[in-house]
């Protein structure tokens, strides 16, 4: 085998170590303060790249506030360089490479990496003496990095962001209410006062006649919520009825009258268009007051404007509703490696998301390209795809002008009735489409892709949350493709060198090291950070339902069914955290830990340990791992309906036997688990057989040396 072979093979291993551990980013960040999330990207650069110095200055488009951290002492012109470069250019518009970092040749050499458009998510910096730094690798791993960060800084900041507006709101209610109940307190001595009162909280008073059910009281508040100036005295009931929104108005109306037939009180909300003004959300509350024979004299009620809860309300939602559906979208982008399946699924996704008719892909966005195809599509059942999966498409006049319009955008384009784009016509007649919007999708390491979504069932216009919805879902596409478009050349590169075993031993044992030091991670960074916040946000979420008023009895609900989610997530994380790094596995050792990986296995196992004594912990680790996985298959792939696995030492050696009932086939070759498991046992110099005739189920023999670990 030629040196230029074993060379490409370690540099091959080395880029899947690197990429694994960039992949692992999204989830460390998870739950970390926008400060933290800045700090853990420099310390995991300076780790994974070997480095001699980084600066990280992570932002939120168009927002002031920046958070910059920095790593290490090489670079010590850093500031300056930096202040000089955005003084000159007044932007970081692409990569800097910096040949001679300090102005000393040849002792360090620098890279400078924009993180969006110009530098507006902030940027990365890094030096290093390491010789041909930077590669390419290295910065398509800084920049892939850079981005995971900056969309979990964002994503830090709008939960910080939404926490602070909620405190914000509770004190300002609460100071709305000891307002209103020391304005209560003066109503009594003073008719002035009561004005003031509603005046200030937007509340008004009005009364009913009992019999003939027209306006005799309007206090000056009332009149001014419903658009009339009260100098010129109360309106009538139909002036009044007149105000109201025409959808509500018929509710509205009855509601009044059955509450006169009836003597009746009456809760609710509606809403009312002023003259000249903006729409307005009320609340009534309406009571009877009777005369000393019994009969209804009138209806009193109080009217508050809830206009401003009402938005707050609906901007929370929609704020839930973007950080919900992004949620979603990540777990369909990392739950699979293949390329075709992450479009698919993604697409799935956005079409219930939003709610559309058609969610599609084209490849590539080029005005100037001959002919195109479609990766991905999805539809609604009655709305057939508009051109087909993976045919050629030739690149027909309209539709080339509809890449030139997305290549020349910062975001998305809207083509619907209140946007400055034309439909296209042609398209639009062909495929019924009656709205549409769409982005150009840029991929490092690819060509730009198109991404729209069709509405054809009726013309819609795309509100300002769900552009900002589809172009964060653009940005995280992007991401993924480079992700798993890097994953496929490298297995490309792997199925080329497989022949290169010898030499793919020792780059296993350094992946299992770093999967294993890479749970311990995770697990301790959930339980220290993810799982405490949890409890923290449970507790705060009882007492805050604990204080809202018996009245409120929707709201307390619904804060009562968020804390049961949260409660529910923190179990699940937990669930989660115990299978990432088992903490028994430590403390108990190796016995104790199959125990209980038996009992919550989804296939009955019947277990023999014959362990005396605790073994060295790589040892223990492997033979723990390597049944756990070895159980995941059996329950996912084999249809087995029991395992037998026996655990024994003897003479200073290791022996695992772990045999199910299921179907076999299991081809050791192809196999993703097999294949993770001999990683395991190379790792460790031990051997492993492995039968698996079909419809005989499945044996596996292992033998791992003790003195090894």
């Not at 003084?87 to 518009?93: F, H, I, N, Q, Y």
């Not at 050499?109 to 690798?137: D, K, L, M, W, Y």
């Not at 009534?284 to 404007?305: N, Q, R, W, Y």
């Not at 929609?318 to 979208?329: G, K, N, R, Y």
């Amino acid at each position: 085998m030629s040196a230029d072979t074993t060379g490409e093979t370690r540099v091959s291993r080395t880029v899947l170590r690197d990429l694994v551990a960039v992949s692992a980013i999204p989830a460390a960040l998870v739950g970390r303060a926008p400060t933290a999330v800045a700090a853990g990207l420099a310390d995991v650069l300076v780790e994974l790249l070997r480095l001699d110095f980084v600066f990280v200055r992570l932002c939120v488009p168009n927002a002031a506030d920046a958070v910059d951290v920095a790593r290490g002492t090489a670079w010590k012109t850093f500031p300056a360089w930096l202040e000089s470069h955005r003084a000159e250019s007044g932007r970081l518009s692409g990569i800097e490479i910096i040949p001679d970092v300090d102005g000393v040749r040849g002792t360090c050499r620098g890279v400078a990496i924009p993180i969006g458009v110009n530098a507006e998510g902030g940027v990365v910096a890094a030096a290093s003496g390491r010789i041909g730094f930077p590669t390419e690798t290295d910065q398509l791993l800084l920049g892939l990095a850079a981005n995971h960060a900056a969309t979990a800084f964002q994503n830090a900041t709008l939960i910080l962001d939404r926490a602070r507006a909620e405190e914000e709101l509770r004190r300002a209610r609460n100071v709305l209410e000891i307002k209103v109940a020391e304005r209560t307190a003066e109503l009594r001595r003073s008719e002035d006062y009561l004005s003031e009162a509603q005046r200030l909280t937007h509340t008004g008073t009005a009364a009913l006649d009992g019999v003939t059910g027209e306006v005799i009281h309007s206090s000056a508040e009332h009149s001014r919520l419903y658009g009339f100036d009260p100098q010129y005295g109360v309106p009538s009931f139909e002036e009044f009825r007149q105000r109201v929104h025409p959808e509500d108005r018929a509710g509205w109306t009855e509601a009044l009258h059955r509450g006169i037939s009836e003597a009746a009180s009456i809760d609710g909300e509606f809403r009312v268009v002023p003259p000249g003004e903006a729409l307005k959300y009320l609340r009534a509350i309406v009571h009877p007051l009777f005369a000393e024979s019994g009969e209804l004299k009138e209806l009193m009620g109080t009217v508050v404007d809830i206009t401003q809860r009402r938005r707050a309300a609906e901007e929370h939602r929609a704020q839930l509703w973007f950080l919900e559906s992004m949620d979603v979208i990540d777990r369909a982008i990392q739950r699979t490696s293949d390329l075709e399946q992450m479009m698919g699924d993604v697409l799935d996704a956005v079409l219930e998301i939003f709610g559309c008719d058609r969610a599609w892909l084209l490849y590539p966005c080029d005005p100037a390209a001959d002919s195109l195809r479609l990766p991905a599509e999805r539809t609604r059942a009655e709305y057939a795809g508009a051109l087909g999966v993976g045919v050629e498409i030739p690149n027909e006049p309209e539709v080339a002008d509809v890449s030139r319009s997305l290549l020349a955008a910062d975001g998305p384009v809207r083509f619907d009735p209140e946007s400055d784009c034309a439909l296209p016509a042609e398209l639009a007649e062909r495929f019924r489409i009656k709205s549409i919007i769409a982005m150009a999708v840029h991929p490092k390491v690819d060509k730009p892709y198109a991404f729209g979504l069709h509405q054809c069932s009726r013309p819609r216009v795309w509100t300002s949350h769900e552009e900002r919805l589809f172009h964060e879902i653009g940005r995280r596409l992007a991401d993924g493709l480079d992700t798993l478009l890097m994953f496929r050349n490298l297995r490309e590169s792997q199925r080329k060198l497989e022949g290169s075993r010898a030499e793919l031993a020792a780059s296993r044992a350094r992946i299992v090291t770093a999967a294993d030091e890479t749970r311990r991670r995770i697990e301790r960074d959930l339980h220290d950070g993810v799982q405490q916040r949890l409890v923290s946000l449970v507790l705060a979420q009882r007492q805050v339902e604990a204080m809202v008023p018996p009245e409120l009895s929707d709201l307390r609900a619904q804060l009562s069914r968020q804390a049961d989610g949260l409660a529910g997530a923190l179990a699940e994380l937990q669930e989660i955290s115990r299978g990432i790094h088992p903490v028994i596995l430590t403390q108990g050792g190796l016995a104790p830990a199959l125990k209980a990986l038996a009992r919550r296995s989804a296939v009955p196992v019947e277990l023999t340990v014959r362990v005396e004594a605790r073994l060295p912990e790589p040892v223990e680790r492997a033979a723990y791992y390597i049944v756990s996985e070895a159980l995941t298959n059996a329950a996912k792939h084999a249809q087995a309906s029991m395992v037998h696995v026996a655990v024994v030492v003897r003479d200073e050696v290791l022996r695992l036997s772990i045999r199910d009932d299921g179907c076999g086939g299991a081809d050791p070759a192809r196999g993703s688990g097999l294949i993770g498991l001999t990683d395991r046992v190379d790792a460790l110099a031990g051997t492993i057989e492995v039968a698996s005739p079909v419809g005989a189920g499945t044996t596996l023999l292992i033998t791992l040396p003790v003195e090894h670990g």
